[in-house]
């Protein structure tokens, strides 16, 4: 996996560490260590002349991890961003590399530019020094190639901002392990802003969205994509899938799969490969996203229930609860309605966990009691903290946090704090321009000639997040993210917030979720066994 940062962030000091699950040990005893940890080890050449992973700067005292299971992770890569020298355009730093292109994914209005990244040092007592990202308001007329255009061809685009990426695309990877990054999200905070968060308390939550109008972002995803390179991304993202039966998945919608003997490039024989994409935080305004994507993603009906265009709803209600389509807020919502299935749907057992740095609100305080009994018969299209968890997920964990009574249950928000909500946004059906099918969001009409652009493909891919409400601090100061990421069959994906979980994904969940669709089809469509994810 390769670590990226993009759109509009400020990085604070010790901006970015990464820990290594591949050394764990659960030993008390003391790591042996180099006598050579200053800056000199800079200094020092190498055959490969890539300069050491880990920062010289970075303090001792943060160079080993103690995960929430209890082991050792030893740093493998850090970087405290305090040379002001720093040069991220391609090819001159070790480590990043800044974009100088337009943003042509999700109807972005912005663009990246290299002069948009610097390092800067705060000129007071503290010299505090971070990366920082900045956006500006620009209109920019651009003309790009869109193979989308029927027929594919040049068109004249206009973006309205421009910011920076960061990547390490080719340069740092790692297969599991924790993530940490301290940043200071933007927001306006001017005196004459007439924001009336400021003045609330770091504690305050925020609440008013334009005054943070930006989408920051930091995010995981798999070395074989690169972001904005549509090319890269095509039947590779966000796949995390090795398995070869063609009845269940036709193996030519993924670009490496498990079905392919022959792939070259030295890869393995008959091993899936993809580009999963893991966010440890998008997004801002009053809620945070963290999310992972995979593919392929669930059939229709293991899924939340279509809208009901007919009844006056729209694909956005999904987005506040506001579906008058019966089943179409949220799975497993009202019981009797999904219990008709006859199987379950969606996801089961994720685990949600409180941003306890809010201010209390006693009208957002549950009883488990409660939650737990009213949970297992809703009535309503809706969710209510009467009857449903705070999250909304009624098929979560509600078990306790960490196997510890005094930690309090998940999904349940017993301390009236601000509490993660299952995002309505579940992933998208992905085509290319040519095909046809009716699940695409512009499938080709039989009178419009192929375009012949690119290789067909049709699927459907999943993304589990949580948006979680952000208290003021974020804003005013630098907080620390974490992502616990561990792989195989007994792994997890767990976001921190200071230490302390807001969002988890056993392994077992995807795997299990996937293992009872095909036995379902095995059962009625005699299928062989085929469709089984794992964390990437």
Same mark, same amino acid.
Request: proline share 4%; with cysteine.
């Given at each position: 996996m390769?670590?990226?940062?993009?759109?509009?962030?400020? /990085?604070?000091? %010790? %901006? &970015?560490?990464?820990?290594?699950?591949?050394?764990?040990?659960?030993?008390?005893?003391?790591?042996?260590?180099?006598?050579v940890t200053d800056r000199s080890l800079v200094k020092l050449e190498t055959r490969s002349g890539i300069r050491p992973w880990v920062d010289p700067d970075t303090p001792e005292d943060v160079r080993t991890y103690v995960t929430s299971r209890g082991d050792t992770w030893e740093l493998i890569m850090s970087d405290e961003f305090g040379d002001v020298n720093r040069n991220f355009t391609a090819g001159a730093?070790?480590?990043?590399?800044?974009?100088? #292109?337009?943003?042509?994914?999700?109807d972005a209005l912005q663009l990246y530019s290299h002069d #948009?990244?610097?390092?800067?040092?705060?000129?007071?007592?503290?010299?505090?020094?971070?990366?920082? /990202?900045?956006? &500006?308001?620009?209109?920019?007329? /651009?003309?790009?190639?869109?193979?989308?255009?029927?027929?594919?061809?040049?068109?004249?685009s206009t973006f309205y901002?421009?910011?920076? #990426?960061?990547?390490?695309?080719?340069?740092?990877?790692?297969?599991?392990? #924790?993530?940490?990054?301290? =940043?200071?999200?933007?927001?306006?905070?001017? %005196?004459?802003?007439?924001?009336?968060d400021i003045g609330?308390?770091?504690?305050?939550?925020?609440?008013?969205?334009?005054?943070?109008?930006?989408?920051?972002? &930091?995010?995981l995803m798999g070395n074989l994509g690169r972001a904005l390179f549509s090319s890269s991304t095509a039947r590779m993202w966000p796949f995390s899938y090795s398995e070869c039966n063609e009845t269940v998945f036709?193996?030519?919608?993924?670009? &490496?799969?498990?079905?392919?003997?022959?792939?070259?490039?030295?890869l393995n024989l008959n091993q899936g490969r993809g580009a999963v994409e893991i966010d440890l935080l998008e997004g801002g305004g009053? =809620? /945070?996203s963290s999310s992972i994507q995979i593919a392929p993603g669930m059939p229709a009906d293991y899924r939340r229930a279509a809208i009901n265009e007919s009844v006056g709803d729209w694909s956005y209600c999904v987005y506040s609860q506001g579906c008058a389509t019966i089943g179409a807020n949220l799975p497993g919502v009202p019981t009797e309605n999904y219990k008709d299935r006859g199987h379950q749907s969606w996801y089961q057992g994720l685990r949600y966990g409180s941003n306890n740095y809010c201010a209390v609100d006693g009208n957002d305080t549950q009883l488990y009691a409660i939650v737990a009994a009213g949970v297992e018969n809703i009535t309503e299209n809706t969710c209510s903290l009467l009857y449903c968890p705070a999250s909304n997920d009624v098929q979560g964990d509600m078990g306790y946090i960490d196997d510890d009574k005094s930690l309090g249950h998940w999904n349940i928000n017993s301390n009236g704090t601000c509490f993660p909500e299952m995002n309505g946004y579940q992933g998208v059906f992905l085509c290319d321009p040519d095909n046809q099918d009716s699940r695409c969001s512009a499938p080709r009409n039989d009178s419009t000639p192929k375009t012949n652009t690119m290789k067909p493909y049709s699927y459907q891919m999943d993304a589990l997040s949580a948006n979680w409400g952000i208290h003021m601090g974020a804003y005013y100061d630098y907080v620390a993210y974490q992502l616990e990421w561990v792989t195989g069959d007994s792994g997890y994906l767990r976001w921190m917030l200071g230490g302390h979980p807001i969002f988890e994904i056993p392994a077992r969940e995807p795997e299990n979720a996937i293992l009872r669709l095909i036995h379902r089809f095995q059962k009625h469509y005699h299928l062989g066994p085929g469709w089984r994810h794992s964390l990437p």
């Open positions: 390769v670590l990226w940062l993009c759109s509009s962030l400020w /990085i604070g000091a %010790a %901006a &970015i560490a990464v820990v290594d699950a591949n050394s764990s040990d659960s030993s008390s005893g003391s790591r042996g260590s180099s006598t730093d070790h480590l990043w590399t800044s974009l100088e #292109m337009p943003d042509g994914t999700n #948009m990244t610097s390092v800067v040092c705060d000129d007071d007592e503290e010299g505090l020094c971070y990366l920082r /990202i900045k956006s &500006i308001d620009e209109v920019n007329n /651009i003309t790009v190639w869109n193979n989308y255009l029927r027929p594919p061809g040049f068109q004249n901002y421009r910011s920076g #990426m960061l990547q390490t695309w080719n340069k740092f990877c790692f297969q599991g392990g #924790m993530l940490e990054v301290r =940043a200071n999200l933007p927001a306006v905070l001017s %005196a004459d802003s007439n924001n009336t609330k308390g770091h504690n305050a939550r925020a609440e008013l969205t334009k005054y943070y109008p930006t989408w920051p972002g &930091i995010w036709n193996s030519s919608n993924q670009r &490496i799969s498990a079905c392919d003997s022959d792939p070259g490039h030295g009053v =809620a /945070i």
